[in-house]
Every structure is written in C-alpha cells, then in structure tokens.
C-alpha cells in the first residue's frame, strides 16, 4: 500500500504487505529529515533518518528514501505487522541551525490482520 | 538511562488559571525543546532552550507564553491565563550538546485541557 502525499491521511495495509508512506518537505535547504513514529497517547519515536548527501538509507525492516529534486521522502516498511500501526511523521531540520524540527502533517497506518 | 521525563501526564485547568509543564531531558543532554500538537496534526515548534538560555523562541505566542530551562531542575513551559484554545498535547525533546545532526528524544507529553 502507498500513501499520496500529505492528502490520504490514513493508509490501510494487510498484514505482511509492504507499506509506503510519503512526505513532502518544504525547504529546499534542509539537511537533515528524521521518521518518527507516534501510537496513541505517546511522544514520537525515532525510526530512522537521513542526510541530504545521501538518496537512501536501510534500517531494520526500514528504508527511506530522499529525492531532493523534488523535495520528496519516503518511509518504506517491509512485511508490515499489527505492530506498525501508527501515526507516522516526516521531520526536516537545516543543521547547524537552531535544531527545531520541522513535522509533516502525518500519516496513519491501519495494519489489517 | 532513563528517557526525557515530563510531568503531569495530563492536566485540567480552567480558563483563566496557570498551567506549569515539566520536561527533565535525558541524562547528558542539554538541550531542550517544546512542541505542541493540536489534535489530528503534526507537531509544532515553540522554543528550543540550553542551560539558563532561550535560543530560539521563534515559535512561542507572543502573549502568556513562557519557558525556561534553569541551571538546576527542570525545563519549565508556562502558559498563563489559559483559554480553550490551548488544550494540546505538549511534547518536550532532548538532545546531548555538541551534535551537527540533531537527533531529538521525545518525552511522552503532558496533555492539557482547559475547560
């Protein structure tokens, strides 16, 4: 399943599928773009990051992958589960600067069993 | 090593009282940063404070707003007189000084309701 920018708020995956979640950032000048991770009631979770000398990067069961051409990022979860339901935020920083992050609108993902 | 710490976990008050949010950063860490996240939405920045020092408070309202982050004890968010439109969950963040690439550590939120 795959996620259309900032406007499908809600990607619905069966249980095992791949998942795509995508952001697109807004300054051209940011360096740094972190994934985080929110389920209910709780503070964001680092899940991965990248920099902007890099196109992409694997974590476990993770990969991100940046386009700057066209200031795009995407979360890619391999074999989904239950436990990957959740709001998922895209995060952009310039570093060097003052560090303040800045979040995309989210994304929620249904994992169907 | 416990995580970025923040208490209450929630919090009511009325219109018109005061309400203080705590945010002990994780061990090592010195820097701190308030987010607040309005229902159904991301995160927004507020300030981002070292030691007894406002860095960056390009995200604080203007009025009744305040924070600060004393050499001893916690980081302190203050919202004074509130109203309804405040009732948010507010997010604290740490990072260990000296890093290029800030990888921020979230605490779990204090969330506000204002009746």
């Known amino acids: 399943g795959e996620s259309v920018g900032l406007h499908l708020p809600t990607l619905s995956v069966q249980e095992g599928d791949n998942s795509i979640i995508n952001c697109a950032y807004s300054n051209s000048a940011s360096d740094y773009f972190i994934w985080y991770k929110q389920e209910s009631g709780k503070g964001p979770q680092f899940i991965i990051d990248i920099r902007s000398n890099m196109d992409k990067r694997q974590g476990q069961r993770v990969t991100v992958l940046l386009n700057k051409t066209v200031k795009h990022l995407s979360l890619q979860i391999a074999a989904t589960q239950p436990g990957d339901s959740a709001v998922y935020f895209c995060?952009?920083?310039?570093?060097?600067?003052?560090?303040?992050?800045?979040f995309g609108q989210g994304t929620t993902l249904q994992v169907k069993p | 090593n416990a995580g970025v710490m923040q208490n209450p976990r929630h919090l009511v008050r009325r219109r018109g009282q005061e309400a203080r949010l705590r945010c002990s950063p994780m061990?090592?860490?010195?820097?701190v940063y308030w987010y607040r996240q309005l229902p159904e939405e991301g995160l927004k920045f507020m300030v981002y404070l070292q030691k007894e020092n406002i860095i960056d408070e390009s995200g604080m309202p203007k009025e009744r707003f305040s924070a600060e982050f004393p050499k001893e004890g916690p980081s302190i968010l203050r919202i004074q007189q509130v109203v309804r439109g405040d009732s948010a969950a507010y997010f604290c963040?740490?990072?260990?000084?000296?890093?290029?690439?800030?990888?921020?550590?979230f605490g779990p939120g204090t969330r506000l309701t204002v009746l």
């Open positions: 963040a740490s990072s260990p000084p000296g890093l290029v690439y800030n990888e921020q550590f």
């Open positions: 061990k090592g860490h010195s820097h």
């Open positions: 995060a952009e920083t310039l570093s060097g600067n003052t560090g303040k992050l800045i």
